[in-house]
Each structure stands twice: as structure tokens, then as C-alpha cells.
């Protein structure tokens, strides 16, 4: 009634009534009064439904091994955007201050500008992106980032963002995370500046940036290190060598 009142016309009308529509079936029937539960709780829930959103992501998934306190209140920083259908969420040469992390709906990635017109696309397309992944991490640890592409989503899509601000803030209490998260974000930047400087590069290739960046990281290789470096797994006994049973010389 509203939007008849103002004049709105009937396709942008029918565009607000779908978006809503999708909004209220997405949100809970009951709303959670926050104030009923503990802080303690609160965190808890805010794992339980964010934690496997943020888990595939290197650094978030070493967090949660390492410092779990830290890790829930990653998840507890998170905010959620939802999309409508051919909604830019973000759109190339514009400043990145945020982690997008995409979390339901049909997205695709291209260079065209907020200004440019729809282009025909398929919701079948094998370069859409679908289910959790991550974009523009590098605004969380440096202060100046471009968007070399722009995101849309193709449906009704949601995404969760994060920023550097966030991440400072959850790191505040946690010596050792900090340091773990700097060194992370250091080789991060420089893996990310290797890969911009490929005119191949494209958007997902980001994520390969990041499992790079852990595969280096101290704290990573503690607890997973490498395979080849394993003294157990190293042949100290040189092509011709034979072993010697030193039990035998006693």
C-alpha cells in the first residue's frame, strides 16, 4: 500500500515485494530475545551457525584450532548482507574495505561497472559461483584495496562480511593469534601481489593465494608440518650404503 501511495511503478514495486518476500522466508518464524541467553551461549550459537561458513577459509580454520575464543569471536563479528536478484555486491575499481564471504544464493564474477547494462546470463553457467568463498581478504590487512573485478548475484544470494577493524579487535586479547595472523597476512599480501601481476589471474584464485600463505605459516607448519621434513621419513643412508645393526656391537 505504501509504495502504491508514492507512485512507485509496478516492475520496481514487484522487485520490493520479491525481496522482501525472500527476507521474511529466510528469517526465523521467532525472533531470539538475546537477553534470555548468557554471553557465553550467545557465542556459542553464533559458532554453531557461522562457524562452517568462515571454516574452509585457511587462516579462519587454523583459528579454530589453535584459539578457539578467538575463532568465536570472528564468528561472532560477522554481519550479514542479503541480495536481490542482479544486485551488485561489489563492483570493480571501487575501494574494498571488507571480507565478502558468500554464503547462499548464485554469484558471478566480471569486470562490468554498477552503470553497465544486464548482460544475458545463465544461472547454469560454469563459471558461477555457488556455496562459501571468500573475496577481497587482502582489505582486512592492508589500507588501501581496489576491486580488480565486480561481484552480482544472479538470485536472491546472502553474504557475510568482515573487516579489518573487526579482525583487530577479536586479535586484542591474543598475543600469540596476533602473531600468528601477521605473519599470515604478510606472506598473504605478497602471494596476492605475485598473482595480480598474472594477466590470468582470476577472482577464485585469490583463495589459492591464502592456502599458500598458511602452507607458510609457522604456527600451520607446528601442528601440520611437512611430510618430506619428517626425520622418520628422511633415507639418511646414501645409494650403496648398508645399514649397520649397532645392537650387534655391544
Not at 559458532?47 to 579462519?60: D, E, K, N
Not at 590487512?141 to 536472491?156: K, M, N, Q
Request: charged residues 20%; aromatic residues 8%; negative net charge.
Amino acid at each position: 500500500q505504501y509504495l502504491n501511495t508514492q507512485g512507485v511503478n509496478l516492475e520496481l514495486t514487484a522487485r520490493i515485494m520479491r525481496f522482501v518476500d525472500y527476507k521474511l522466508e529466510r528469517q526465523s518464524s521467532v525472533s531470539l530475545d538475546t537477553s534470555l541467553i548468557s554471553p557465553s551461549l550467545q557465542i556459542e550459537l553464533h559458532v554453531s551457525q557461522r562457524g562452517p561458513l568462515i571454516m574452509p577459509h585457511p587462516i579462519s580454520s587454523l583459528t579454530s584450532e589453535l584459539f578457539p575464543d578467538v575463532f568465536a569471536s570472528l564468528c561472532g563479528a560477522m554481519e550479514k548482507h542479503v541480495y536481490g536478484k542482479m544486485e551488485f555486491v561489489f563492483t570493480s575499481d571501487s575501494y574494498a574495505h571488507c571480507m565478502y564471504i558468500t554464503a547462499a544464493g548464485v554469484f558471478k564474477s566480471s569486470t562490468e561497472s554498477d552503470g553497465e547494462e544486464d548482460a544475458e546470463v545463465s544461472l547454469d553457467d560454469s563459471t558461477n559461483i555457488k556455496g562459501c568463498h571468500w573475496f577481497t581478504e587482502s582489505a582486512l590487512y592492508a589500507d588501501t584495496v581496489i576491486h580488480e573485478f565486480s561481484l552480482r548475484s544472479l538470485t536472491f544470494g546472502e553474504a557475510y562480511t568482515l573487516t579489518g577493524e573487526d579482525v583487530v579487535a577479536c586479535l586484542r586479547n591474543s598475543p600469540s593469534c596476533t602473531a600468528m595472523y601477521c605473519e599470515y597476512a604478510k606472506e598473504l599480501l605478497s602471494q596476492m601481489r605475485r598473482g595480480l601481476a598474472s594477466p590470468d589471474f582470476a577472482p577464485l584464485q585469490a583463495e589459492q593465494c591464502s592456502e599458500k600463505a598458511i602452507k607458510e605459516n609457522s604456527f600451520y607448519l607446528d601442528i601440520h608440518p611437512d611430510p618430506a621434513t619428517v626425520l622418520e621419513n628422511v633415507d639418511l643412508i646414501g645409494p650403496g650404503e648398508v645399514a649397520v645393526d649397532t645392537g650387534k656391537l655391544q
